[in-house]
């Protein structure tokens, strides 16, 4: 019981910090997605929101939850898997199917995919992205 409401806690900060570093400088109107990430620029995306938790360098951490490295990642190959996991989240990894558009999943899934020591050839496309969408399934997973 207490193990279980802590590990909750602690990923409740961990997934409130990018989401505060990328809010701060934000002026601009709200579109539902994350403000400094609406650039569909993959290396954007990333700094704002991946980093945080996969590390400038990809290679992952072990802290609150294990963070699974993106460098040199075989799952990666596969298009319906990662763009899954980042729609809807899988155990500690948020889901950001709600602050995301199909274009940033897109670019940044490319850009894991091909940065990192990864090179994945076949871009995954927004309209994959999209077409994984499940409509009425709520963007909440992650925990
Ligand atoms: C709050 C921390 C956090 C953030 C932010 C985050 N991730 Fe993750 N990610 C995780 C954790 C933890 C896992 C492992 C989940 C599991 O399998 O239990 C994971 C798993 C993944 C996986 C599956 C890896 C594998 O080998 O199965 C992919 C792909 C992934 N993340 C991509 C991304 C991308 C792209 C972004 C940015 C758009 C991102 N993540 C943002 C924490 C995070």
Redesign the pocket.
Known sequence: MTMKFSKILLGAV??AL?FAAAMADNAGPQTGTLPTAQSTSGAT??AN??Q???MEDARGAVGA????P?AG?K??AAHA??IF??LYG?????A?GGI?SDDQ?AG??NY?RQNFGNHFAGPVSPTEVKAARIPGKLYAGGF
């Open positions: 961990a997934l990018p995306v990333y929101l991946c945080a938790c996969h939850a294990a963070i699974p993106l990642n799952h990666l898997y990662p996991v980042v899988r155990g500690a990894m948020p950001l995301l999943i940044v899934l894991v």
